[in-house]
């Protein structure tokens, strides 16, 4: 694939609300695979790096989420650039592309792995779920018996246990709320932070669905403050932006045709 196949590639798995540059740099950098300058709106790739264009394609990818969150946020980026809503936006990205054909999905290809990431949902993620919220029991239980014999139920657990209080709410709350213990405690220690009962349970869905914890973070955050679920774009709106695109596009390449055909010019009269 060339810098433009990409771009367009790119486009094809979502549009972009501002225009950007792909530049393929012709160099092996061991380093880094690509860079992402918002200032320039320039994704640059290390094409040297690649030896298979579906490893290149998640490189671009993943720079392209860099201008889409840059572009979420007035065309600006923090310091901080790999955060909550990039993964998020990385991950949309690539689950698209995996939808469209676009990008392979590696992982499904290896039966192998496949049985190991069996393994390691059951026997580990879920069976570790499952002890913290049988703990949640036992606390809640531990709780009422501390009340019968008139102790303070947060001295017991920070001298007889000697755990974290926020550690024993949590697993209390992943009780009393009954989370589904197959998304693993790490993700039940972040539904058990919902309070809203049916934003917590959409949450537990998507997760179960096979969102990642980045995109299902973002999701709730953008529920809790009152924004309206994304719609789907309208046909005319889409197609308006395709043809601003391109004609941004056919500018572009009528300005770097003119230079060309000057510096023929220029070497033409050099004889």
Same mark, same amino acid.
């Given at each position: 694939? @060339?810098?433009?196949? =990409? &771009? /367009?590639?790119?486009?094809?798995?979502?549009? #972009?609300?501002?225009?950007?540059l792909? %530049?393929?740099?012709?160099?092996?950098?061991?380093?880094?695979?690509?860079?992402y300058k918002?200032?320039?709106?320039?994704?640059?790739?290390?094409?040297?790096?690649?030896?298979?264009?579906?490893?290149?394609?998640?490189?671009?990818?993943?720079?392209?989420?860099?201008?889409?969150h840059?572009?979420?946020?007035?065309?600006k980026?923090?310091?901080?650039?790999?955060?909550?809503?990039?993964?998020?936006i990385?991950?949309?990205?690539?689950?698209?592309?995996?939808?469209k054909?676009?990008?392979k999905?590696?992982?499904?290809?290896?039966?192998?792995?496949?049985?190991?990431?069996?393994?390691?949902?059951?026997?580990?993620?879920?069976? @570790?779920?499952?002890? =913290? &919220? /049988?703990?949640g029991?036992?606390?809640?239980? #531990?709780?009422?018996?501390?009340?019968? %014999?008139?102790?303070?139920?947060?001295?017991?657990?920070?001298?007889?246990l000697?755990?974290?209080?926020?550690?024993?709410?949590?697993?209390m709350?992943?009780y009393?709320?009954?989370?589904?213990?197959?998304v693993g405690?790490?993700?039940?220690?972040?539904?058990?932070?919902?309070?809203?009962?049916?934003?917590?349970?959409t949450?537990?869905?998507?997760?179960?669905?096979?969102q990642?914890?980045?995109?299902?973070?973002?999701?709730?955050?953008?529920?809790?403050?009152g924004?309206?679920?994304p719609?789907?774009?309208?046909?005319?709106?889409?197609?308006?932006?395709?043809?601003s695109?391109?004609?941004?596009?056919?500018?572009?390449?009528?300005?770097?045709?003119?230079?060309?055909?000057?510096?023929?010019?220029?070497?033409?009269?050099?004889?």
């Amino acid at each position: 694939m @060339n810098q433009d196949e =990409v &771009k /367009d590639t790119l486009l094809a798995i979502e549009d #972009a609300p501002l225009d950007f540059l792909l %530049i393929f740099s012709g160099k092996k950098i061991k380093t880094v695979n690509g860079v992402y300058k918002p200032e320039s709106r320039e994704i640059i790739i290390h094409n040297r790096n690649f030896t298979e264009d579906n490893l290149l394609l998640y490189t671009a990818i993943h720079e392209y989420a860099h201008h889409l969150h840059a572009c979420s946020q007035g065309g600006k980026l923090s310091v901080r650039s790999h955060t909550t809503e990039f993964w998020a936006i990385l991950h949309r990205l690539l689950e698209k592309a995996e939808t469209k054909g676009i990008y392979k999905n590696v992982f499904a290809e290896s039966p192998e792995l496949t049985d190991l990431t069996k393994l390691i949902r059951q026997k580990y993620l879920q069976e @570790n779920g499952s002890l =913290v &919220k /049988d703990l949640g029991m036992c606390l809640l239980k #531990a709780h009422e018996l501390c009340t019968a %014999i008139g102790g303070r139920f947060e001295d017991y657990i920070d001298r007889v246990l000697r755990i974290p209080r926020t550690a024993a709410t949590m697993a209390m709350k992943m009780y009393q709320y009954n989370l589904n213990t197959s998304v693993g405690a790490d993700n039940m220690r972040f539904l058990a932070g919902i309070r809203n009962e049916d934003d917590r349970m959409t949450a537990e869905a998507a997760l179960l669905k096979g969102q990642s914890p980045d995109t299902v973070r973002t999701e709730t955050k953008r529920l809790s403050l009152g924004h309206p679920p994304p719609t789907a774009e309208a046909p005319k709106l889409r197609l308006e932006k395709e043809k601003s695109r391109l004609e941004r596009t056919i500018a572009s390449l009528s300005k770097r045709l003119s230079e060309v055909e000057q510096e023929l010019e220029h070497l033409g009269t050099e004889k």
